[in-house]
């Protein structure tokens, strides 16, 4: 992984870039580099944004560290050596792929010729990386969608989605966090709560963690959405 | 506590913005002309963050039922407070039962109301800026009850006045932004020569420039955007996201507007024309 190239786009903003290559790698430097950021310059900085292969860093004010590139030569030098183990938490998202929630899975397993209990299995079994969240509050960019199910998105985009809808769109997949305006082909619904501002952390879910879907039937997400509507569910999670 | 008589074109509250957030998708928000807003507040002591009444083109109709101080900053719109003009960039005493009448804009976009305090409206992740699916509230509707502060009376000064800060040019000063220098040297002075004419697809979301050179750029992986990132389209579009902007894209950026730009952009009405000065200071 090569050093990041320092972009400097407004006197309050200062971009770091990576080469443009979609990776879990990619997405762990990112991530450290983060943290070594939000460890060094916490006093200096206002916030910080992912992507791909970019972290945006957001000062403060028009007043950046002084030698901040040679600073963060050296602590990504040190870092080099010493990148602690990854660690994870893994959230298992319940999903409902039938009726009347999965409104494309039968055009999405027509268009690869394969059933629709092959799709849901191949969208269920992969381990999940978020690699940021982005787009609408609390919108999961994933890394980890099985080729075999790469899919053109629909020609004409829905003018409405219900919240939890979970979809494919080209390569990526993913789920709506809110009611929304998408082009993707829905294969099915999660009963839970993406983000709210009620709770300490609004986004269930964050960049850096693992994610799997969890096939559950009607009965099981009609089940869910009462926990889930009156506080006692409890997401499931892990760390590996 | 004022009251929402009639709500205007879209009124919404705003202050300077929600930060701290943009990690999980929330945008930045606050008030489109953030230097306005702070000339409505410093008039009235308040401090600049404080939550203010945005106003666009046509503005609400209020009934205070509390005494209070108010000052209006912005573009200029016809303001009358019980049937009498009143004067803007300056604070203005209200009484109990007062109806203020925000009309319309005679020039540019956007006015701000301030109230001594500031507007009490719920803070949601640290500001009380309207965002769908954050506050509660979109904007402004009839009916509506704002809360205000109760302050000791203080006399203001109110001889003390201010003029209009926004300045009225068309050119907007821009950084090059991370895919400028993958654009052609001929791209690049096509864009700088370029006069834009305003969209009318313009919102708190971006502000839509019309070109007339054909000039596009490939799609990016999705990256970081903020307020003022000034993006180009594979069919040719130049989107210039604006306060309400999502914190990430997949469109070039080609440019990034400084601040003070953004809120010059932000009073221009559809159909007034722009060019772009580019600023190599950071480089």
């Known amino acids: ?12 903003t200062t971009l770091l870039q990576w080469q443009p290559v979609i990776s879990e790698e990619a997405q762990q430097v990112l991530q450290q580099t983060e943290q070594l950021m939000l460890h060094h310059f916490s006093e200096e900085i206002s916030e910080m944004t992912l992507a791909y292969n970019e972290l945006a860093i957001y000062w403060k004010t028009t007043k950046n560290p002084s030698a901040f590139e040679e600073k963060l030569k050296m602590l990504l030098n040190t870092a080099k050596n ?30 690869h010729k394969i059933s629709e209990e092959e799709v ?13 969240i982005g787009f609408l509050p609390g919108f999961p960019y994933l890394t980890g969608l099985s080729e075999k199910l790469h899919t053109p998105r629909k020609e004409t985009p829905r003018t409405s989605l219900a919240k939890g809808s979970v979809g ?8 709506y966090p809110g009611v929304s305006p998408g082009g993707w082909q829905i294969i099915g619904r999660s009963p839970l709560q993406f983000f709210s501002t009620e709770r300490a952390s ?17 009965s099981e997400f009609e089940q869910i959405s009462l926990e889930v509507a009156s506080g006692v569910y409890q997401v499931k999670t892990e760390i590996i | 506590m004022i009251e929402v008589i009639t709500p205007g074109l879209y009124t919404t509250v705003q202050d300077a913005g929600r930060f701290g957030h943009r990690n999980v998708g929330v945008p930045v928000s606050g008030a489109m002309d953030s230097v306005s807003a702070k000339q409505a507040n410093s008039l009235l002591g308040n401090e600049n963050n404080s939550a203010v009444l945005e106003s666009i083109m046509v503005g609400p109709t209020l009934k205070f039922h509390e005494n209070t101080t108010i000052a209006i900053a912005g573009a200029p719109f016809e303001v009358l407070l019980n049937a009498t003009e009143v004067p803007v960039n300056r604070p203005v005493s209200i009484q109990k039962n007062d109806v203020l009448t925000v009309g319309k804009a005679t020039r540019g976009m ?27 509230k979109i904007k402004l509707e009839k009916g509506d009850k704002l809360p205000i502060q109760r302050l000791p009376e203080i006399l203001r000064d109110e001889t003390l006045s201010v003029e209009n800060i926004t300045p009225e040019v068309n050119t907007l000063m821009a950084y090059p932004g991370p895919e400028y220098a993958s654009l052609t040297i001929f791209e690049q002075q096509g864009l700088l020569e370029q006069k834009f004419t305003i969209s009318t697809q313009s919102n708190r979301m971006a502000t839509v420039l019309e070109c007339s050179v054909k000039i596009s750029a490939k799609e990016i992986p999705t990256a970081p955007v903020q307020p003022g990132t000034v993006q180009l389209t594979p069919s040719g579009k130049v989107i210039v996201l604006m306060r309400d902007a999502q914190v990430t894209g997949g469109y070039a950026r080609i440019f990034q507007l400084t601040e003070e730009s953004i809120n010059i952009l932000a009073q221009k009405r559809s159909g ?4 772009l000065h580019l600023d190599n200071s950071l480089s």
């Open chain 1, 1 to 12: 992984m090569k050093f990041p190239k320092i972009f400097k786009l407004s006197p309050k």
């Open chain 1, 82 to 111: 010493a990148m602690p183990e990854k660690s994870a938490t893994l959230v298992t998202i319940p999903v409902c792929y039938e009726a009347p929630y999965a409104l494309d899975l039968a055009e999405v397993a027509a268009y």
């Open chain 1, 120 to 132: 849901v299995q191949l969208h269920s079994q992969p381990l999940y990386n978020v690699s940021f």
């Open chain 1, 168 to 175: 494919i769109g080209g390569a990526q997949t993913g789920v």
């Open chain 1, 202 to 218: 609004p986004s269930l879910l964050t960049a850096g963690d693992s994610l799997q879907f969890q096939p559950i039937s009607k």
């Open chain 2, 110 to 136: 956007y006015c701000y109301l301030a109230v001594a305090g500031g507007l009490q409206t719920p803070s949601v992740l640290n500001s009380r800026s309207f965002y769908a699916g954050i506050t509660q």
């Open chain 2, 272 to 275: 007034t024309h722009v060019t």
